[in-house]
């Protein structure tokens, strides 16, 4: 532990002293944010809470109260992580929260922050005409998304796909965590490889979307998720092109796709100038989420099937 951290297990001792020392050092250290948080002074507070076990509800009440030794080395070795490795917070608290519930992060998945949570809280008002009874999320790292559907959605059945055995281990035990296990079910596959039968009534993914030229200059901490949830081809759009193609195929007949391509909704755009995409509009920020129906989906199956031969 380097001198600076070993005088602030030493004398720091409360609660707000630990805030204040974190956030400082991570000023200093020209930190990137974007995991849960958008500055040092929350990435302090959350690592500080988690390093005393405490929720976030209960910030007020604990401000003052002094730290014991071992809460301290710990809470030091936490902020030298994240300084040393570029780690995100979530990480190293194993946590991280998605439409206001706690979900569980590994490594092997996406650190939740999509803003169709703000949607999914709203029933997805006014862009689904009636609550969905069978939902597939695909691409679905930790759960997040599915699971907060299942909830808002309370007699919905849902299903959690994803490539990646180690990140359905990962949702596995975010459904134990929500107690929905009656009604959400996982299933390992490549797109629909292994999903040949099944119809929904809405699909919806927060797949890889990064571009080639984005991966290349990803700041630290975003490097550190997985690759396998954020490549995608040069324009970033390579599975949303399988999906553009095959989802039409897996939707009951009123059902809808929803899809989140971020950055490269302008790719899309330009992949496909003749036809008007509906995105989706957001009160706390994010953008780059469109929505088409099993009925637009078949109108424009032609063009999709024309420009998605190399998915």
């Known amino acids: 532990m380097s001198d600076i951290f070993d005088e602030a297990v030493e004398e720091l001792q409360t609660f707000v002293d630990w805030v204040r020392f974190g956030a400082s050092r991570f000023t200093e250290a020209n930190l990137f ?3 849960g948080t958008d500055n040092p002074w929350d990435d302090a507070v959350a690592l500080t809470l988690a390093a005393v076990h405490t929720p976030f509800d209960r910030l007020g009440q604990i401000a003052h109260a002094k730290l014991t030794h071992s809460e301290r080395v ?3 070795r936490l902020f030298q992580r994240r300084i040393n490795e570029r780690m995100p917070v979530p990480y190293l608290t194993g946590e991280a929260y998605f439409a206001g519930l706690k979900f569980k992060v590994t490594h092997d998945v996406l650190i939740p922050r999509s803003p169709l949570g703000e949607k999914i809280e709203e029933y997805f008002e006014p862009y689904l005409p009636q609550a969905p009874e069978r939902i597939l999320d695909m691409c679905t790292g930790s759960g997040c998304i599915g699971i907060a559907c299942a909830l808002a959605f309370e007699t919905a059945e849902v299903v959690l796909s994803d490539i990646s055995a180690a990140a359905l281990d990962v949702a596995a035990d975010n459904i134990q965590l929500h107690h929905v296990g009656d009604r959400v079910s996982l299933c390992l596959s490549d797109g629909f490889a292994n999903l040949v039968d099944e119809q929904f009534d809405l ?3 927060n797949p890889p979307y990064v571009d080639a030229q984005e991966m290349a200059n990803l700041p630290a901490e975003f490097a550190r998720e997985p690759k396998l949830a954020l490549e995608s081809g040069e324009d970033g759009l390579d599975f949303t092109r399988m999906l553009l193609r095959q989802a039409v195929g897996h939707l009951n007949d ?4 929803i899809v989140e391509v971020g ?3 302008v ?5 496909f100038p003749e036809i008007k995409f509906t995105w989706i509009e957001f009160q706390r920020g994010g953008g780059g989420v469109f929505i088409f129906s099993k009925e637009e989906l078949q109108q424009h199956q032609a063009l999709f099937d024309a420009r998605g031969l190399n998915s």
């Open 33 to 35: 944010y974007g995991h």
């Open 263 to 265: 950055n490269s909704w």
């Open 267 to 271: 790719a899309l755009e330009e992949l």
């Open 74 to 76: 710990h809470l030091a």
């Open 203 to 205: 699909i919806v993914s």
């Open 254 to 257: 009123g059902g809808h796709l």
